[in-house]
């Protein structure tokens, strides 16, 4: 299964963005009971996880996007949302989805979308 992560561009510092992961693949019972993360990779750096939100909605962020960034799922989709306000170009990456289990993404890398964070 990959993940198709969507909702990329440009956006000017300060600005918002929001992203969705398809997972149009997945079974909607599977969906219904996994964890879904987000990931971005910059340029020239590790890619490094972003937020995740279990089946129940409890959220995880990275402490850099915490107050910024809001993760959220339409179980009636099977999509997972990324919210992203106050955008600054250290933001800038390309954005990835995957399903996660024990805190580690289980797919493949999917293609992702790329966020540009410029003025």
């Known amino acids: 299964v990959q993940l198709q992560a969507s909702g990329g561009g440009l956006v000017q510092p300060g600005g918002s963005r929001r992203l969705s992961c398809a997972t149009s693949?997945?079974?909607?019972?599977?969906?219904?009971?996994?964890?879904m993360g987000w990931y971005r990779q910059a340029p020239g750096k590790q890619r490094e996880f972003v937020a995740s939100i279990t089946p129940s909605g409890a959220t995880n962020y990275l402490d850099s996007v915490k107050g910024r960034f809001t993760v959220s799922r339409d179980n009636s989709r099977k999509t997972v949302y990324l919210r992203m306000n106050s955008l600054q170009p250290e933001d800038t990456a390309v954005y990835y989805c995957n399903q996660l289990s024990g805190g580690n993404p289980v797919w493949d890398w999917g293609q992702g979308t790329l966020v540009t964070v410029s003025s």
């Open positions: 693949r997945m079974i909607f019972s599977v969906f219904m009971g996994v964890t």
